[in-house]
């Protein structure tokens, strides 16, 4: 039996966070409430950065040498990149060998897009599980159900975030950030005309994290679309608690969808609610994994 079977057996697979900024930082809160995660190491690059600090406050072994850190381990089950796009292809190749499951919060395309309450079935499947971006988690789930009831020819979706809700590696990958989401739109709505915009908002007191989804469709109707979008809103909301509807209008065959998400106030403000849809998504991932290899898929979110 190996080390890792012996900690199925035990009911908790063991994880590391790859990355200590603020997406890393949150998760580490997060897992470290699960019964059946165990939060082993949280790696970085600067021995002095805030986010290693919190992490040792928060009694969690860190370390320092990026994704050589986590080779020269013991394999870990879980692994979650939060790290950048540009890196995560490497951290796929160094890690493959051991069989872990990487969980990737960067928008980096490489792996199989995931949106819980759309194709959570698919998380077992693959061991290079793309989280896309938290536009992506917030507007995917509600455009998946209206373009399964209707014909939709053009999709916008604006995405606005505080700055100060915006860390160094997502300030890398704008361009990424942009891309990934409008590739997820287009693949989970079936709608080949899409536009997606990333709004950085300097705002004081700081925005809150908003999605706003503009359609062109047909039949589209007030009636219709309020029942598709709060149906698919009640979903995510089983693990973003803070996720809400805001507006939801149709006015000459454009209809218009606003959500806003909130944070758990976890590590990181209330207005981040862009850290803790990402977040949250990510954990249910990694907590499906788990109830596939521990056998308690009925404790787990369905």
């Not at 079977?5 to 009911?11: F, L, N, P, Q, T």
């Not at 200590?20 to 939060?39: E, F, N, Q, V, Y």
């Amino acid at each position: 039996m190996t080390d890792n079977d012996s900690r199925a057996v035990a009911g908790r697979l063991s994880v590391a966070v790859l990355g200590a900024g603020l997406i890393g930082i949150d998760l580490m809160t997060k897992i470290a409430r699960s019964d059946h995660l165990d939060l082993r190491l949280v790696v970085g690059r600067d021995e002095a950065t805030s986010g290693l600090r919190q992490a040792r406050q928060f009694g969690v072994p860190v370390a320092t040498g990026g994704v050589q850190s986590l080779v020269d381990r013991e394999p870990f089950d879980v692994v979650f990149d939060a790290t950048s796009a540009s890196s995560h292809a490497e951290h796929v190749e160094k890690l493959a060998p051991s069989g872990t499951m990487l969980i990737d919060l960067t928008p980096s395309r490489n792996g199989q897009m995931i949106f819980p309450t759309v194709n959570r079935a698919d998380i077992c499947a693959h061991r290079d599980l793309s989280m896309v971006s938290c536009g992506g988690q917030a507007a995917v789930p509600i455009l998946h159900a209206i373009s399964q009831a209707h014909e939709i020819d053009y999709i916008e979706v604006v995405t606005t975030a505080a700055t100060l809700s915006i860390g160094r590696g997502t300030r890398m990958n704008l361009d990424e950030y942009v891309d990934t989401t409008q590739e997820a739109v287009r693949c989970f709505s079936g709608v080949t005309d899409v536009k997606a915009i990333l709004n950085i908002s300097p705002s004081r007191p700081p925005a809150t994290f908003r999605v706003a989804m503009s359609l062109l469709g047909r039949d589209l109707t007030i009636d219709s679309l309020h029942s598709i979008v709060l149906a698919a809103a009640a979903e995510v909301r089983s693990f973003a608690r803070g996720f809400e509807v805001k507006a939801c209008t149709v006015n000459d065959g454009e209809g218009f969808v606003a959500v806003e998400v909130t944070s758990s106030g976890d590590r990181v403000p209330r207005y981040a609610g862009n850290l803790d849809i990402i977040n949250s998504a990510a954990l249910l991932a990694a907590e499906s994994y788990a109830a596939d290899r521990l056998s308690i898929a009925g404790e787990v979110y369905s």
